[in-house]
């Protein structure tokens, strides 16, 4: 395959030259060559993209909605001719088998974003309380800032909202994945989104991140990524009273009630725990089961994890790709490493792997202590820890013990399994194997961040209020 040099950023409408001529790799993590390259941006080149956004946000805030409704699909259109490609990038450059990256890279932010082109004609509606018109307005110069594990779904859910909402933004996608970003700006600049209202800027966390986060012409900040680094991101934006929008971590907990369809939940929970090789914010890395199938639960599992097979992206038998880096792999490796308390009963460090690439095993240790490192990190990896219980309460009891808030799952009798969902301290709940909804608010509950993202109460995230009496 080709190596993907990309030298430009994109501000003000046009592929522009970086400050620096500082680089950053991209590496293949299957393959662990370096197969491409991007600008390494400057504080500089920041300052350059807020401009270019500020520039441009009188005339996209008073565009109406239905000429950003039609830039939108203009862009989406642009952007569902490389569908092919962006799931290839995604596959070279975070390793996502090339079927769950058609579906889940490529196929969910066409979905969201063609979704955004539609919502964008109702941003403006209008609403009478007494006296006062109560209208909403966008929120100004967005920054955007995503990270490597859903790299265009994660970017999309920011811009297509904020884009619709009549903001224009300033994104730094992930050092590790941003050629899948470069995708989404060949197609804006096809589709003649207008100049500035859509600004990239690619380098490393600590120097654009930072200086998004720190901007003062920067009204908005969305993040996605790691707890420790929204805390950041917050502490950069609240000098100046900035709003941020934040989608964190998560630690889900898979309820399996005594009345469960025991195979069903376990088999559909062990896919989840381990799509994208574990890195997924809302994994359902806690099994929690009942004391009465335990037992079978867990050899079940186990069984499950023994049959995936590891292997190039690009092979259509590989159900379970690398982790996105060496860095990543190591982290992982670490926390089965510490594990010593939990059974361990499929995986683990000593488990086979492919010759080259980021590996670790599909892992599933049982017995673990809810309050233990396993049952309280988020590990990012493809672990899975089982957890027995007594009793409805002490599912609950468990299933929120954990400082995230993300998402969650319960298998049971209807009734009884929606009375346990709507116990759970989370943004989102999946009974007994509901789809995801990308037009459903999603978002987090305590440290798993503040705000949320898809759909309406996405879009909205990126609007301001103001009542007008009369
Ligand atoms: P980060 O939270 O550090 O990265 C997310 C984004 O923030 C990246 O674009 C990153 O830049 C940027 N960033 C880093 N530092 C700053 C800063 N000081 N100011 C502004 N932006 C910054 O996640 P990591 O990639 O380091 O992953 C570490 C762990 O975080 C994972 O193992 C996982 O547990 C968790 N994580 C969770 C995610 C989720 O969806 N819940 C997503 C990703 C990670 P850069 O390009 O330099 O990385």
């Avoid at 500035?196 to 990524?225: E, K, M, Q, R, Y």
């Avoid at 240790?365 to 027995?388: K, M, N, R």
């Avoid at 709507?422 to 943004?427: D, F, I, P, V």
């Amino acid at each position: 395959m080709t190596s993907v040099f990309r030298e430009q950023l994109y501000i003000g409408g046009q592929w522009v030259p970086p400050d620096s001529g500082e680089r950053i790799e991209v590496e293949n993590p299957y393959t662990e060559e370096v197969f491409g390259h991007v600008p390494a941006g400057t504080a500089e080149d920041v300052n350059l993209a807020v401009s270019a956004a500020r520039q441009a946000a009188d005339g996209w805030a008073s565009a109406s909605p239905a000429e950003r409704g039609a830039a939108l699909g203009h862009l989406h259109q642009a952007l569902a001719a490389r569908a092919g490609e962006i799931a290839e990038t995604v596959g070279r450059e975070l390793g996502t088998p090339l079927k769950v990256a058609k579906a889940v890279q490529a196929g969910l932010p066409l979905t969201v974003l063609s979704g955004y082109a539609e919502l964008a004609a109702r941003a403006s509606e209008e609403e009478t309380i007494g006296n006062s018109l109560v209208v909403h307005e966008p929120a100004g110069v967005v920054g955007a800032i995503t990270p490597w594990n859903y790299p265009l779904h994660q970017i999309v859910a920011k811009v297509g909202a904020a884009l619709a909402a009549g903001c224009t933004v300033v994104l730094k996608p992930s050092e590790m994945t941003p050629l899948v970003a470069y995708l989404l700006f060949d197609a804006a600049h096809e589709a003649g989104l207008p100049a500035g209202v859509l600004n990239l800027v690619t380098g490393t966390g600590p120097v654009v991140g930072a200086a998004i986060a720190g901007h003062p012409d920067v009204d908005l900040v969305s993040f996605t990524g790691s707890t420790a680094t929204g805390r950041a991101v917050s502490h950069a934006a609240a000098d100046r009273i900035a709003k941020v929008s934040l989608e964190l971590g998560g630690k889900s907990a898979n309820v399996i009630l005594a009345d469960a369809d025991l195979v069903k939940a376990v088999k559909v929970g062990v896919g989840n725990a381990f799509l994208n090789s574990g890195q997924t914010c809302t994994a359902w890395t806690r099994m929690l089961v009942h004391r009465s199938h335990y037992d079978e639960a867990v050899e079940l599992a186990a069984k499950t994890a023994a049959g995936y097979t590891l292997g190039d992206p690009f092979d259509p038998a590989t159900r379970l790709g690398p982790l996105a880096s060496a860095g990543q792999r190591d982290r992982v490796r670490g926390f089965i490493e510490r594990a010593s308390s939990a059974r361990l009963v499929a995986g683990g460090l000593d488990a086979p792997l492919p010759d080259t690439g980021h590996f670790v095993a599909p892992t599933v240790f049982a017995d673990v202590d809810p309050d233990s490192e396993l049952a309280q990190e988020e590990i990012f990896g493809p672990v899975l820890s089982i957890i027995p219980f007594g009793d409805d309460d002490e599912a609950v009891a468990i299933a929120n013990n954990s400082r995230y808030g993300l998402a969650g799952a319960v298998w049971g009798s209807t009734d009884r399994a929606l009375a346990v969902a709507r116990r759970l301290r989370t943004g989102a709940v999946d009974v007994n194997g509901g789809a995801f909804n990308p037009f459903a608010p999603f978002g987090g509950y305590k440290q798993s961040g503040i705000g949320r993202e898809l759909g309406a109460y996405g879009l909205a995230e990126f609007q301001q209020v103001k009542a007008i009496q009369r």
